[in-house]
């Protein structure tokens, strides 16, 4: 927890301030703004991470401002936090399966190890602190770390949230025709 939300847990605790924070997962337009992954599925049909098979509740970013529509509009402050997840484990492998589908060409997962990631992060511009932190993740991912799910925007939206496969349909011009392998 930073200080900054345990300031608002405690002046919310005291009932001087109303609340909410939102806490979502790993973004599902990651895998169409993010320059290394649209470079990476677009010229070289490939994803690259130290995930293995870790699985990742990827949310949508329109499911997370949804959920903090709803916060920000009730009735009554909620007081709370929300972990704000998608409705699926995936992992890269599975992302790269839904992507192949989708564009009609074969994606393949790379499962990198941990300093090799951090070097590829590092030869498109990450800061190296940055990129040890950001692989750091992905190895916690490969142990479990990420593997949950809950209703949160079901629950407070009363909308399913976005699966991966709708998302990538959606937003499938952004790889391109690329390669074929």
Known sequence: MGKVHAYLRELGTRGEVDWAVLRPTWFQQNFAEHPGHVNAIRDESKLYSATSDGKIPWVSADDIAAVACQVLTAEEPPNTEYLVLGPELLSYGDIAEILSSVLG?????????????????????MPKDYSRMMSALDTSIKYGAENRTNDVVLMLTGNPPKRFREFAESVKAVWGSGKQL
Not at 105 to 125: C, P, T
Request: avoid cysteine; hydrophobic fraction near 35%.
């Open 105 to 125: 060409r074969r994606i393949v997962h790379v499962d990198l190890s941990s300093s090799e990631l951090e070097k590829r992060h590092q030869a498109f511009g």
